[in-house]
């Protein structure tokens, strides 16, 4: 059983929040939710769009066509490129508010209003909530039938999962300044800033966030900063200055639509380049790309555990439509444990010996440079102790789909019921060549991205000199996620 459930209003009238609520009835009864949103860069007005799907089975991506509408006021007009089904039920109204649309879906779904009521207990302005939800309730009759299922679930985002996995790492400052989509983590670790002890500070930009970090970094503290591409670019010469001082950060990276303010609300998978590469100089850096809120819980961790190790910045590539989706999760995460690595000594931006002091002569730059290469040999051979990547589908199968980051739920969506084995890659760097392997055994290779140039593409040839055929690229670059139904027709068409 699937359904597909859209949910269309205006900035202000609280359609993430229905969203949000009805997700997490759902999955309170067992099932599987995955939810995204679609909104423009505005505070109030415009179009909103959320997509719920939930699932008896593990899903994580949404479909094309719509099952049940809601519409939280009459004649809105449909944001393409989604649909509705022939067969569409629609719930409007012009006058009710978006809680009375919680109770009319749960009675339609058939499921007991006291479930919708303890999690309105969770909202502000809880006695005319629950008003509205009851009257929504009694205007509606059950047309499905769901019955509760065993599953124990979690619900969350991937910004949540990016800021539980610092909390559990032992995080002791945040530093950040408001860019979307990397603003949520600094508002969820905000929230819980006195439970776990940790502290949280908004600076006046990604200038000041990297350098402040780096600051406390060397005084001891487990230290982590982020920012969309735009202020991370901001952050590239203090990035140079890890590198070369050997300071341990973490950095939160949380791609949107760019180049500059690009469309600000928006998702792409356009800045792994950027993360590779950025800063001068040569210097080891970690770039991980989890694909769902647990692997981002449990990559944060594996950032912290080797930031602190090998004292470089340590990258947690995102964007936006994996740090804002809700997805249901089933398993604990494995988080990895690290300790603080700092001892009080001189850090330095000039090349320097072991004390820190300043050392220009030639020997002390080629030892230098050479102690950098084998702390890099040294990462990589260590990174084979996790899953830099993982492998799904038919293990046989002679088709390949690559992918990697939050393509994750529409490719294993996707691929359910046809012949093809998918290979996910969560460490960029260090890269697992081991892969090699795998690639060379595919009759047809395909790689799913969500940017213009296939960067991951660009990496895989870099790294094991294989080359994917343009006509096997399947790329999607106008700000919006893959859907499952879409992508499923691309690989079909490409492995017939």
């Known amino acids: 059983m699937k359904l597909n459930i859209r949910i269309d209003g205006h900035a202000g009238q609280g359609p993430n929040a229905l969203a949000k609520v009805l997700g997490s009835v759902l999955a309170k009864q067992g099932y599987y939710v995955f939810i995204s949103r679609d909104y423009g860069s505005y505070i109030r007005g415009g179009h909103n769009a959320n997509v719920l799907t939930l699932s008896d089975s593990q899903i994580m991506s949404n479909d094309l066509e719509a099952d049940i509408a809601i519409f939280l006021e009459k004649n809105i007009e449909i944001k393409e490129p989604r649909k509705l089904k022939d067969n569409c039920r629609i719930i409007d109204s012009a006058v009710e508010k978006n809680m009375y649309f919680a109770g009319r879906l749960v009675k339609m779904l058939g499921l007991d209003f006291r479930i919708l009521e303890n999690e309105l207990k969770k909202l502000k302005n809880f006695d005319v909530n629950l008003r509205d939800a009851k009257k929504g309730y009694a205007d509606a009759k059950t047309e499905f039938a769901l019955r509760s299922l065993k599953n124990k679930l979690e619900f969350m985002d991937g910004g949540v999962g990016i800021a539980e996995g610092a909390i559990a790492s032992g995080l002791d400052v945040y530093f950040a300044y408001p860019m979307t989509p990397a603003t949520s983590v600094m508002g969820e670790l905000a929230e819980r800033q006195l439970e776990n002890n940790h502290i949280v500070i908004e600076l006046e930009g990604e200038i000041a966030a990297i350098n402040a970090a780096i600051g406390s970094a060397i005084t001891g503290a487990k230290a982590m900063t982020g920012s969309s591409g735009g202020g991370f670019d901001l952050m590239t010469e203090a990035l140079s200055f890890i590198g070369q001082a050997e300071v341990p950060l973490v950095i939160y990276l949380a791609q949107r639509v760019g180049p500059g303010t690009g469309a600000a609300t928006y998702t792409e998978q356009a800045d792994l380049n950027l993360a590779l ?198 790329l999607k670059y106008n700000g919006r996620p893959f859907l499952t139904d879409e992508l499923r027709m691309e690989i079909e068409k490409r492995i017939r």
């Not at 700092?342 to 020997?363: M, Q, V």
């Not at 002390?364 to 102790?385: G, H, N």
């Open 277 to 474: 590469n950025a800063g001068h100089g040569e210097f080891p850096r970690i770039v991980l790309a989890p694909g769902d809120p647990l692997e981002c819980q449990e990559l944060t961790s594996q950032a912290f555990y080797f930031s602190q190790k090998y004292r470089v910045p340590a990258l947690i590539l995102s964007d936006k439509h994996l740090a804002e989706s809700l997805y249901t999760i089933k398993n604990k995460p494995v988080i990895t444990k690290s300790q603080k690595c700092i001892s009080l000594k001189r850090f330095n931006s000039y090349n320097h010996d072991e004390s820190g002091t300043a050392a220009d002569n030639a020997p002390a730059i080629a030892k230098s440079a050479e102690s950098r290469i084998k702390k890099a040999e040294e990462i990589k051979k260590e990174a084979r102790k996790f899953k830099p990547f993982k492998l799904y589908g038919k293990s046989g199968s002679k088709n390949l789909v690559l992918f990697w980051g939050s393509t994750k739920g529409a490719v294993l969506d996707a691929c359910k019921d046809i012949d093809v084995k998918a290979l996910q890659i969560l460490y960029m760097e260090p890269f697992p060549e081991e892969i090699k392997s795998e690639l060379l055994k595919a009759k047809n290779l395909l790689i799913v991205e969500n940017n213009s140039t296939s960067q991951l593409a660009q990496l895989i040839a870099s790294k094991t000199c294989i080359h994917i055929n343009k006509e096997n690229k399947i």
